[in-house]
C-alpha cells in the first residue's frame, strides 16, 4: 500500500470514527430523554403518596419508631420500603427533621418508575461513554481538545458519578432528574452550538499533562456540579423547613416537593462533603496547570483569563469551606458562597472560552 493510500484510508477511518461517535452522542441524547421522562413519572406517582405527607408521624422525638419500615399497599400484597432515616443539623440548636422518602413519596408504582429511570441512566451512560471513546479513537488522542469535547466528557463524568454514588449506597436518587435535565442542556448546546470536527492539537497541548491537568479539571467540575444542586435544593429545603417552623403553611406545589427531599441537615452536609472532598483535587488541578504552562510558555503563571478564573474559583470554594468552619457563617450564608463559588467555575468554562480570548483558546471554542 502506498503512502497517500494509507493516508488516505486512515482518513476514512478517522471521519467514520467521528460519525461513529456523533451518532452515539445523539442515542444517548434519546435514552438520557426517556430517563428524563421516567423520572418525571417518579415524582408525579410520588406526589400522589400519603407516605410524604406523614414522614414525620414515622419519627419520636427525632429517633426512629422500631420496626421495620413503611408498609405499603400494593395491588395483590404490600410492599415495604425503607422507613426516612432521621439526619441532624450540625449547627447547634437546629432543628430535628427526617429526610423524605423520596421522589416515589413511598408510591410502589413511582418506585418502580424511579428504578426504570436508573436502569435508563445507566444505558445512556454506556452509550455517551462510547462516544467520547469513539471521539477519542477518530483524533487518536484525548477527547479534550475544545469545548465540545470536554462537554461530552464532563457530563459523562457527572452521570458516572451519580451512578457511582448509586451503586455505594448513598441515597441521591432524588439527582436524577435534575441531573438528566442538566446533561440534556449541556450534550445540546455541545451538539449545536459548540460542536467543533475532529482534528488535532496545537503543538502546545502535545505533552502529557493534558491526561493529568485536564482530566482532574473535568473531575472535580462534575462533583462541584453535583454539590451545587444539593446547595441549591438545602436552601429551597431550609427555606421549607422555616415555614413549617413558624407555623407557615408552604403551597401545595412546594410541599408535594419539598418534603420528599432530604432534610435540609442532610442536603447541607451532602453538599459541603462532596465539595470539600473534591478541593484538593481543584488545588492539584492549578498546580499541574501552572507545571504544564512552564513546559508548554517558559513561564508558570501569565495571568491567563483561564488561570485567573481557576484562581478565582479557588479562592471562593476557600472562602466556602472556611466559612462552614466558623459558626456564624453555617447554614444559608455558607450556601450562599458555595453558589458564588460555583458561578464561578461556570464561568472559567464557559464565559472565558467563549468571550475572552488567552492563551488557552484553542480550536475556535
Known amino acids: 500500500m502506498t503512502l497517500a493510500a494509507a493516508t488516505e484510508l486512515a482518513t476514512a477511518t478517522n471521519e467514520h470514527l467521528a460519525n461513529m461517535s456523533n451518532t452515539l452522542i445523539y442515542s444517548a441524547m434519546t435514552v438520557y430523554t426517556l430517563a428524563f421522562l421516567a423520572y418525571i413519572a417518579e415524582w408525579i406517582f410520588g406526589s400522589r403518596s400519603k407516605v410524604a405527607r406523614t414522614a414525620n408521624a414515622l419519627t419520636d422525638g427525632g429517633k426512629q419508631q422500631a420496626g421495620p419500615a413503611v408498609t405499603v399497599k400494593k395491588a395483590g400484597g404490600t410492599a415495604v420500603l425503607e422507613r426516612p432515616k432521621v439526619v441532624v443539623r450540625a449547627a447547634a440548636g437546629a432543628r430535628d427533621v427526617p429526610d423524605g422518602p423520596g421522589a416515589h413519596g413511598g408510591d410502589v408504582q413511582g418506585d418502580m418508575y424511579g428504578r426504570i429511570a436508573v436502569s435508563l441512566t445507566v444505558l445512556a451512560f454506556v452509550v ?111 427555606s421549607y423547613e422555616t415555614k413549617l417552623e413558624a407555623g407557615i403553611k408552604p403551597g401545595s406545589f412546594a410541599t408535594s416537593v419539598l418534603e420528599r427531599l432530604p432534610a435540609s441537615a442532610s442536603l447541607d452536609k451532602f453538599a459541603y462533603r462532596v465539595n470539600a472532598a473534591v478541593f484538593p483535587l481543584w488545588t492539584f488541578t492549578i498546580i499541574a496547570g501552572a507545571i504544564w504552562a512552564g513546559d508548554a510558555w517558559g513561564r508558570y503563571w501569565n495571568w491567563d483569563p483561564k488561570e485567573t478564573w481557576s484562581f478565582i474559583t479557588w479562592v471562593a470554594y476557600a472562602c466556602y469551606l472556611h466559612a462552614r468552619a466558623t459558626a456564624g457563617w453555617k447554614g444559608r450564608k455558607a450556601a450562599y458562597l458555595a453558589m458564588i463559588a460555583f458561578a464561578c467555575w461556570l464561568f472559567n468554562f464557559y464565559g472565558v472560552n467563549v468571550f475572552v480570548t488567552g492563551k488557552h483558546s484553542y480550536a475556535g471554542v
Open 128 to 238: 455517551q461513554l462510547a462516544g467520547v471513546i469513539a471521539r477519542a479513537a477518530s483524533v487518536g488522542r484525548a477527547p479534550w481538545g475544545n469545548m465540545y469535547e470536554f462537554s461530552i466528557t464532563f457530563t459523562t463524568v457527572a452521570v458516572g458519578l451519580y451512578l457511582a454514588l448509586l451503586a455505594l449506597k448513598k441515597n441521591v436518587r432524588w439527582l436524577g432528574l435534575f441531573l438528566t435535565t442538566t446533561v440534556l442542556l449541556l450534550l445540546g448546546l455541545a451538539v449545536t452550538v459548540l460542536y467543533t470536527a475532529s482534528d488535532q492539537l496545537v503543538p502546545a497541548l502535545h505533552s502529557y499533562w493534558l491526561y493529568i491537568h485536564v482530566s482532574t479539571a473535568i473531575f472535580c467540575g462534575a462533583v462541584f456540579y453535583v454539590g451545587a444542586v444539593a446547595t441549591i435544593l438545602y436552601l429551597f429545603k431550609d
